[in-house]
């Protein structure tokens, strides 16, 4: 049988500050809204970070039960991943409760466990016979609870998932690369449907602490919730954000027999390592140019066909200006339009790919560019045209989406219409 090389997707789900309405999240990125808030935190009075976005994950789990199983559930990453992949297999016209005789797999990335900080003030204090006795009273959302593969294992359980099973650590590149090798997988014909994407919160004092420390995160008060400011002169660190978001991956022989509705193909995948230090990218890009070039290249396409770039566009001043850079070199002296979601969703670390390949789905199928806000003051080193400000209706017949994690950990798709045929 001759091998089928067509991945698609054919549902998608979300778990944001937004909510999870696909419709919604949509309608509110067109609109340039900004899910960045004040941070609501216990400590927030010692905290210099003040702004993220947030979840209300009391109101989410409330409004969710149905897709939670009743027990034995991982902690919060664990929580949001699996409402986005119930979702995700909802919207493919698969149902969610746990299904049978399936070899339907899952890829997913959901960075370090998050503790709160009653789990580490008793983990500090007690010796280890009392801390195994504390076991039956930790919160079913305890990081203590649960390993990195706590997301995907979890998820694979409820929905009883047979298929190939990874939990991908890739830092902020794990949800592009999650996506990237399920569809391998697909084309190896180990299965013909994956989920595939990815669910993270950094939204705790230790994470934020540690980013701090790093240099990472942006902590002026100046800009208030306008403090995302990808691509300006003013930009001065991420701010985080928080959510998950899952993909059914099909082949095209498997979505066609099924009559599923096809939103888009994912043509191509490229991914590379810096090789140069944690904190830092290499200074003369040649990482994130080689996992772009490579994505272009498994596509089968040109430069040139490429229409949208959807950026990672960290608000970072190293990050910006180096991805300007590159994209420079990879498409000449006519690139493609350009833009980052990041300025309204916040970053969500390990998930961050994962949700930034929705909005490039969605950008492809509707034909429209969201806009990258804040962008108020250019700098002379971004000099792009990355849609500042208003999104703008645009043919888009192909698009990138560019993740570039900690330690030089790289990932790019390439995302195609489907027209029918």
Not at 16 to 36: V, Y
Not at 42 to 71: C, E, M, R, T, W
Not at 94 to 115: A, F, K
Request: hydrophobic residues 40%.
């Amino acid at each position: 049988m001759k091998p089928d090389h067509s991945v698609f997707v054919t549902g998608m789900g979300i778990v944001s500050a937004f909510g999870t309405d696909l419709d919604i999240f949509w309608q509110k990125l067109c609109a340039g809204e900004s899910a960045i808030k004040p941070l609501a935190f216990g400590d927030n009075g010692a905290l210099p970070v003040k702004y993220a976005a947030q979840i209300d994950f009391d109101a989410l789990v409330a409004g969710n039960s149905a897709h939670l199983p009743a027990a034995g559930m991982t902690e919060k990453r664990g929580v949001m991943g699996m409402i986005a992949a119930a979702k995700a297999l909802e919207d493919a016209g698969l149902n969610p409760s746990p299904l049978s005789d399936n070899r339907i797999g899952i890829y997913g990335c959901s960075g370090v466990s998050e503790l709160s900080e009653d789990d580490r003030h008793q983990w500090r204090k007690c010796d280890k016979n009392t801390l195994f006795g504390l076991r039956h009273h930790l919160s079913p959302y305890s990081g203590l609870r649960c390993g990195n593969d706590g997301m995907v294992t979890a998820i694979a359980r409820r929905f009883s998932l047979s298929g190939p099973a990874m939990n991908v650590n890739a830092a902020c590149a794990g949800g592009a690369h999650a996506i990237g090798l399920a569809c391998q997988s697909i084309k190896r014909q180990e299965t013909s449907i994956m989920l595939a994407g990815g669910a993270d919160s950094v939204l705790n004092l230790h994470a934020l602490v540690g980013l701090k420390l790093l240099g990472a995160t942006a902590i002026t008060e100046k800009w208030s919730d306008r403090l995302c400011r990808p691509f300006d002169k003013n930009r001065s660190g991420l701010v985080a954000g928080e959510g998950g978001a899952f993909l059914v991956l099909e082949s095209e022989e498997s979505a066609l027999r099924r009559g599923a509705k096809i939103y888009a193909e994912i043509k191509g995948y490229g991914a590379s390592l810096d090789a140069h230090k944690l904190t830092a990218p290499d200074p003369a890009g040649l990482g994130a140019e080689n996992a772009i070039r490579q994505a272009i290249r498994d596509s089968g396409l040109r430069p040139e066909q490429i229409d949208y770039i959807n950026a990672h566009g960290t608000s970072t001043p190293l990050n910006d200006a180096l991805e300007t850079a590159v994209i420079k070199r990879v498409f000449g002296s006519q690139p493609p339009l350009v833009s980052s979601t990041k300025s309204m969703l916040g970053h969500w670390i390990a998930a961050a790919g994962a949700i930034e390949a929705v909005a490039t789905i969605l950008t492809v199928k509707n034909q429209f560019i969201l806009p990258t806000i804040n962008l108020e003051t250019p700098d002379p080193r971004c000099d792009l045209d990355y849609v500042p400000q208003q999104g703008r209706a645009a043919p888009v017949q192909n698009a990138i989406t560019n993740s570039f994690g900690f330690g030089g950990i790289n990932s790019c798709l390439v995302i195609g219409g489907y027209d029918g045929k």
